[in-house]
Nanobody
Framework: VQLQASGGGLVQAGGSLRLSCVASARTFSVYAMGWFRQTPGKEREFVAAIDWNGVFTSYADSVKGRLAISRDNAKNTVYLQMNGLKPEDTAVYFC?????????????????WGQGTQVTVSS
């Protein structure tokens, strides 16, 4: 599975962005998907995850109420709607696919990773 993330950019604090991740797999709907982020010198951290059909989602405490993950299996795409952005949200964001239908918050449970998209939030 190849994943292509896009939608990052520079935004002021309080602004919004929507990240997209398109998967090449014809069986996209069987994969749980996740978003993770990483800043220089730090480990990659969990942001949000969604199960195979979008019924169950999970979020890091730091983004609850501001970010929302969703998916469109017909378009092989998972989204991360980012509202109320803060400077501490600045990071490279990665989408990932898990070869299981159930979601996970652990980056070690994801086998396929996209290339990352930079999100920068200015104060």
């Amino acid at each position: 599975v190849q994943l292509q993330a896009s939608g990052g950019g520079l935004v002021q604090a309080g602004g919004s962005l929507r990240l997209s991740c398109v998967a090449s797999a014809r069986t996209f709907s069987v994969y749980a998907m996740g978003w993770f982020r990483q800043t220089p010198g730090k480990e990659r951290e969990f942001v949000a995850a969604i199960d195979w059909n979008g019924v169950f989602t999970s979020y890091a405490d730091s983004v609850k109420g501001r970010l929302a993950i969703s998916r469109d299996n017909a378009k092989n795409t998972v989204y991360l709607q980012m509202n109320g952005l803060k400077p501490e949200d600045t990071a490279v964001y990665f989408c990932a696919a898990r070869i299981r239908s159930a979601l996970s918050t652990m980056n070690s449970d994801y086998y396929h990773w996209g290339q990352g998209t930079q999100v920068t939030v200015s104060s």
